[in-house]
């Protein structure tokens, strides 16, 4: 309990930590209720987690998805007698590890970050005895940001996290700023830390494929009728959501079409795409089956916004009336309809809108700071590969043209900074080439700039006049620091420009996107999708 006189010596929050036993159950729930009472002094929470620490002689194979696991190094292969920090603390270069199978490999926890929607079940198996230790986590309610932000997970220690609320790849904008006069109160959890065994001479990963069993045992009970705090309410004083998303987008369809598998989700009223910044309530989220039916089962009794977004489309869905849950709710919501942002028909385009940097070059990592489980998939996560730009354009910066370039070979996957010297870096600008045969003088021409991820970065459009004054500039964005923790996208960020036609020729055109800021390796953005647009049409 906190009062004044502790002051200066912890947080201004109660705690109250719980764990809970079920007879027959083999593992326990542990969650937390924080409260801030109004007239308490201000208060930043910027990361909270429940941290669980494992015999290290023991657990040394960890699993967090079914493609995602491994035999770790040891904790003492990180110290400074076995290994080589890098560009920053987390990651180490494995130089005289106890086991020479590791030597050469770069460690480092941001490697095994997911997504929230991923986070359901991830842990450790001891060889001897065969024991698995995991994590089950049935909801995501308590988390900010949606079902893209990521969390940590499990990396070496062996440590196994579970991440109630952090600012990783999205920054200070997800900070839970409390005021000196509200009222605040959250319940992180329940998660279940499940143990379970095998017999000598079975296969160690039957473990892992119990623990995903398990997890699907507990999502079906979920929300926990055995949870005794009233901060909790169980099934029947929850609510539920129900209705269709439609997309309508005129240059793909005169009708609307259905948002197959879109995100649909319950957060704070906002303004739309605001839930990616909402910390301090609960989010609920599903996506919409392939007629873009949904439900959403479970919700706390509040207000809330409907919010969606559509792999496939730009931009950002909001319902625009608030939606009120009581105890019991059972509301059918009918259909919605998305009008995804659109000006004109498209006059090229580079990537595909799905909030992720994925699907552009992602060079091979250098061959001295390796993590062996990426080689082969999910490359972005290895370490360094921001060098790799310098060296693929050692003189001059990316040029991208339409209807020649591929944007799955020729568009690195991120526009970082070049290294000049040991100690300074530069800006960088790419260029986009294009022919318009025709061009209207007296028109607005839209370029759409949706951006996966902005870390201290400030991006500058200029069209044709490489040295003219900007047309468009975002101002200082970003502090996911995406490109050194290995992710593909942050923040979600839109950005519409208008080009006016008379900037604009009839044959050759270059669009320069210019990178200003140049104070480390990390400062640069990731683009989810660029298009440019022609003139609206008259009405």
């Known amino acids: 309990m906190w009062n004044s006189s502790l002051e200066a010596k912890v947080v201004p929050l109660n705690f109250d930590k719980r764990y809970v036993m079920l007879r027959g159950s083999s593992g326990f729930y542990t969650y937390a209720i924080y409260e801030h009472l109004r007239g308490w002094p201000a208060f930043d929470l910027d990361n909270t987690r429940i941290v669980f620490k494992l015999t290290r002689q023991k657990f040394r194979y960890m699993a967090i998805a079914d493609n995602r696991q491994r035999y770790m190094p040891l904790p003492e292969d990180r110290s400074p007698e076995r290994g080589q920090t890098l560009a920053y603390p987390e990651a180490v270069l494995l130089v005289h590890p106890v086991e020479p199978e590791f030597e050469g490999e770069v460690d480092d926890k941001y490697a095994y970050s997911c997504e ?47 991440v109630m609320h952090s600012t990783h790849y999205a920054g200070a904008d997800v900070t839970i700023k409390i005021g000196p006069n509200e009222p605040w109160k959250k319940v992180y959890g329940p998660v279940f830390a499940y143990v379970n065994s095998l017999s000598d001479g079975r296969d160690p990963l039957s473990l892992w494929k119990d623990a995903k069993k398990q997890m699907m045992n507990e999502v079906h009970k979920w929300p926990y009728d055995f949870i005794a705090s009233e901060d909790f309410p169980p099934s029947k004083q929850r609510g539920s959501v129900g209705g269709r998303l439609l997309v309508l987008e005129r240059y793909v369809s005169n009708a609307t079409i259905s948002a197959e598998g879109a995100y649909v989700g319950l957060a704070a009223p906002g303004e739309a795409g605001s839930w990616q910044l909402e910390s301090k309530g609960y989010q609920f989220w599903t996506k919409t089956d392939e007629g873009g039916n949904f439900t959403i089962n479970g919700i706390r009794p509040g207000d809330y916004n409907l919010y969606a977004w559509v792999p496939g489309f730009i931009g950002d869905y909001k319902f625009n009336s608030v939606i009120n849950i009581n105890s019991g709710s059972n509301i059918d919501i009918g259909d919605l309809v998305y009008e995804a942002p659109r000006n004109g028909s498209t006059l ?65 996957f991120a526009q970082v900074t070049r290294k000049k010297d040991n100690t300074t870096y530069e800006g960088t600008t790419w260029q986009i080439k294009f022919l318009l045969d025709e061009v209207d003088e ?85 683009y989810d999708y660029i298009r440019l647009e022609g003139p609206a049409p008259p009405h």
Request: net charge positive; proline share 6%; hydrophobic share 40%.
């Open 442 to 526: 007296r028109a607005a021409y839209k370029l759409r700039l949706a951006l996966a991820t902005a870390n201290v970065a400030e991006l500058e459009v200029r069209v044709n006049e490489p040295n003219a004054n900007p047309l468009f500039s975002t101002g200082e964005i970003g502090k996911d620091n995406t490109i050194a923790r290995h992710g593909i996208h942050g923040l979600y960020r839109l950005f519409n420009v208008d080009i006016p036609g008379a900037q604009l020729l009839i044959g050759k055109n270059t669009i320069f996107l210019t990178q200003t800021a140049s104070n480390s390796p990390f400062q640069g953005v990731m």
């Open 116 to 162: 929230s929607k991923d986070i359901g079940v991830h842990g450790w198996i001891s060889a001897d005895p065969l024991i698995g230790f995991w994590q089950i986590t049935p909801s995501n309610e308590f988390r900010t940001g949606g079902p893209l932000k990521q969390f940590l997970t499990s990396h070496v220690g062996p440590t196994n996290l579970g």
């Open 348 to 412: 090229w385009e580079i990537g595909f809108p799905d909030r992720s940097a994925a699907e552009f070059y992602i060079p091979d990592a250098n061959p001295k700071y390796i993590n062996k489980l990426y080689l082969k998939q999910e490359r972005y996560r290895q370490y360094g590969l921001w060098e790799r730009y310098a060296e693929l354009y050692p003189k001059a910066d990316l040029v991208f043209t339409v209807g020649k370039s591929n944007h799955t070979t020729d568009w690195f």
